[in-house]
């Protein structure tokens, strides 16, 4: 660490960019050295570094409000739209038409891991599909492909009184395609909390299925909505438990809404800043350019002597 520390020092770089936070493998020790005049950490972990010597962390104004800056070491910057972009899947899958028009019943679907549908989500999805009582929850993750765990899932959800028969359960499917393809049997999709959904949440959108999330209170439960608020849909961002059970029942009974969302919803998220390169581009490089100017202000604060 000192020595790659040194390398980049004597390399002269100015911005010093951490992707990895505090998941494996990562190189923290290095920013620790300080070997850049600015160092700002981004996109791979969503939250603190804890690092005196990490000057910013990279947000939007929705991912990070105002309020919660003092859960951070790193002095916020926040892009003007969002702080991530994505590029549209490269599979040649159509957006259908709104399952439950053919099945008669809605589906809500959930395809992230495992780990983030903890008790307390497993009890407030038991809500939604009582508010709901014809509806199935559709849940797809590599975990699922095991037997044990979906007999555990099935034994969690039975807690609540949800029958077996209102689960569709399933593990990775083969091929990214085939993957895509699966969100044809979903209508709406339940994020998870307080750990929602990123990339997860984005193919839901392009697939025409808008997702229901929470309102967190830290940078990573703030996920959901900066997507929804940058796909236009804040109205699909729940204040509680409360209000996500009875968002997900009004939403559920509102089929011709739900059929004319998803028709347009590709669209829609093309259409948005989150698949806009170019745009974001932009505002990253401003930011970029915004650190480096308040570092040389700081050396050369106006009226110092030269």
Request: contains cysteine.
């Amino acid at each position: 660490d000192e020595a790659l520390a040194s390398q980049i020092r004597a390399d002269g770089i100015d911005i010093l960019i951490d992707l990895a936070g505090h998941t494996g493998k990562n190189r923290l020790p290095v920013f620790a050295w300080k070997p850049a005049p600015v160092q700002a950490s981004w996109l791979g972990y969503l939250g603190t570094t804890g690092l005196d010597a990490m000057d910013y962390i990279l947000a939007d104004a929705w991912a990070l409000p105002a309020g919660e800056a003092a859960q951070f070491t790193e002095t916020p910057w926040r892009l003007p739209e969002t702080y991530i972009c994505f590029s549209p899947p490269d599979v040649p899958v159509e957006v259908e038409p709104l399952p439950a028009l053919d099945k008669g019943y809605l589906t809500f679907g959930c395809f992230n891991n495992l780990n983030k549908i903890t008790d307390p989500v497993v009890a407030c999805w038991a809500r939604v599909l009582q508010a709901v009582p014809d509806a199935r929850l559709y849940l797809k993750t590599k975990s699922l492909g095991v037997s044990e765990m979906r007999e555990q899932m099935v034994a969690n959800f039975a807690r609540f009184g949800i029958a077996a028969e209102r689960l569709i359960l399933e593990g990775q499917f083969a091929s990214h395609e085939e993957h895509f393809r699966a969100y044809h049997q979903v209508d709406i999709a339940l994020d998870p909390f307080p750990y929602p959904g990123i990339t997860t949440t984005v193919e839901g959108l392009w697939m025409g299925v808008p997702a229901l999330a929470m309102r967190g209170d830290r940078f990573i439960s703030h996920q959901g909505e900066t997507l929804l608020h940058n796909v236009g849909l804040p109205e699909w961002i729940a204040s509680d438990e409360d209000d996500y059970v009875a968002k997900a029942a009004a939403l559920a009974r509102d089929i011709p809404a739900l059929a004319a969302l998803r028709a347009g919803l590709r669209e829609r998220l093309l259409a948005s800043p989150l698949c806009d390169a170019p745009r974001f581009a932009r505002n990253f490089e401003d930011a970029l350019r915004g650190m480096w100017q308040t570092w040389c202000e700081a050396q050369h604060p106006p009226g110092a002597a030269s």
